[in-house]
Each structure stands twice: as structure tokens, then as C-alpha cells.
């Protein structure tokens, strides 16, 4: 069990930006953290597959990681897919036994009274707090989230996945939250249709939780880093949109 002192530094979507995550851990460490939870999407991307592992294997505080949806294409895309454009990038990257532990994640677990998923409860690869449609993403419903949230048991979900830091209390006292991107601060996707997601600055997010008398006390977190050399990498390896998004939070 947490003891009410206890600050958990709750880290998402980094995609391989070491930068980013040196920068939010030296800040977790600095305001107190003593536990790390990780929710995957850790390694993929231009930047830093290998050196992000890394980090998170040899971390020097209690630490929960989980996979993502990117996580599991490393292993499971066809080397002939033409979605991943960093694919066989990030894979080059990584050694055997890097590849090795990422394969080794849970998509899910429950901790303490909480649920971690990278997308929704059961689907890696889905929104919780935010749907899309025809016109593109849009917060999604209460009663839509309390849908998704069917069968869940524990007090607090803690998702990832949309790169969107969110905090959201159901009727049922249910909490979810959702640290944003440590490591990717917007993007495009088309599927299942074309939408943006923006978070209109370059800062590293996520989120420290610390359990009260009342309740979760949770602190959204935006971090300066070295975005700029994580750019010029991007940049060197072929992913200039990837580099215009570390700049700026934009698309």
C-alpha cells in the first residue's frame, strides 16, 4: 500500500526521446518522487529507442512499465509496412536484450487499486478520454467514458496513448488521468479518420500523483528540455515532421 507520502511520477508516450526523459525524471526526482510508472510507447520513434530502454532498466526508483501500441509494432509490423516510417529505425536501434525486455511488458496491470492500460481497458490502441469521427478529435462523452470504463474495479485508471494530459472524475468517484507525452507534444493520424492531436508547446508532459487524506492529489506537469537537439536528430534521421513537432508542440 501507498502511504500518504508517497509522490508517484506517472510517464507516457515517450518515444524514444531520451532528452525529454532525462529532463522529466531529473523533475520527478527533484519534487519528491518515489515511484515511476511508465505506460507505454517507450521506445518507438526517430530519436532514441536504445538510450530510453535504458534508462528505464536501470532506473534507480521503484518503477512499473507496461507496453503500448507502438511498443508491440516493433515486434509485430511487417517489415514491409509502409505506416511505421521509423520503423526499422527503431529496431536497429535496440539490442537483443532491450528487445527482449520490451517484449517482456504486460499491456495491462493492476497496482494498488489501479489500473494501468496505455490506451482504454483492453484495447492498446484506443482513446479513453477522446473519440474521433468525421470532423476529427473531440473530448469524449462522460457517459461514453463510463462505457468504456465497464468491468474496471480498481479506483484509478491511468491511461496514455493520446498524448492529451487529462484528469477526469467519474460520478462513481472513479478517477482517470491521463500524463500526456513526455517525449511527442503532437501529431497526425489517419486511422480511423484523418485527425490532429496538438498540444501547442515543446514541453516534456506528465503527471505527479500523491495519495491525501481525501483522495488523489494530481499535478500536471509541462517540463523544458533540449528540444532543439532532439529536433536536429530527427532531422539527421530522416523525420523533419517529427522535428517540426519537437520544436513547437505543433503539427
Known amino acids: 500500500m501507498h502511504t500518504p507520502s508517497e509522490t508517484i511520477a506517472v510517464l507516457s508516450d515517450i518515444h524514444g526521446n531520451t532528452w525529454a526523459l532525462d529532463a522529466v525524471l531529473g523533475h520527478a526526482r527533484d519534487h519528491g518522487a518515489t515511484r515511476v510508472i511508465t505506460l507505454g510507447d ?10 530510453v530502454v535504458e534508462r528505464l532498466r536501470s532506473l534507480d526508483l521503484p518503477a512499473i512499465h507496461i507496453a ?73 462523452l462522460l ?11 480498481q479506483s484509478v485508471v491511468l491511461c496514455g496513448h493520446s498524448h492529451l494530459p487529462a484528469c477526469v472524475r467519474t460520478p462513481a468517484g472513479l478517477l482517470v488521468v491521463n500524463p500526456g507525452s513526455v517525449g511527442l507534444q503532437a501529431f497526425s493520424e489517419d486511422t480511423p ?12 508532459r506528465y503527471a505527479l500523483m500523491q495519495r491525501g487524506p481525501q483522495g488523489w492529489d494530481v499535478a500536471q506537469v509541462a517540463v523544458t528540455y533540449d528540444w532543439e537537439a532532439a529536433a536536429r536528430v530527427a532531422e539527421s534521421n530522416h523525420r523533419p515532421d517529427w522535428a517540426r513537432v519537437l520544436r513547437s508542440g505543433w503539427v
Open 143 to 153: 457517459t461514453d467514458v463510463i462505457h468504456k470504463l465497464e468491468g474496471v474495479e
Open 193 to 204: 479518420w484523418p485527425h490532429l492531436v496538438e498540444n501547442r508547446s515543446p514541453h516534456a
Open 42 to 51: 517507450i521506445a518507438y520513434g526517430p530519436l532514441d529507442p536504445g538510450g
Open 68 to 140: 503500448g501500441n507502438q511498443d508491440r509494432i516493433i515486434w509485430e509490423a511487417s517489415k514491409e509496412s509502409q505506416r511505421w516510417a521509423s520503423l526499422d529505425f527503431t529496431r536497429s536501434s535496440l539490442s537483443e536484450a532491450q528487445m527482449d525486455w520490451l517484449q517482456s511488458l504486460p499491456p495491462e496491470i493492476v497496482s494498488d487499486g489501479m489500473r494501468l492500460c496505455h490506451g482504454s481497458p483492453s484495447n492498446d490502441d484506443e482513446y479513453l478520454l477522446a473519440a474521433v469521427n468525421e470532423t476529427g478529435l473531440h473530448l469524449r
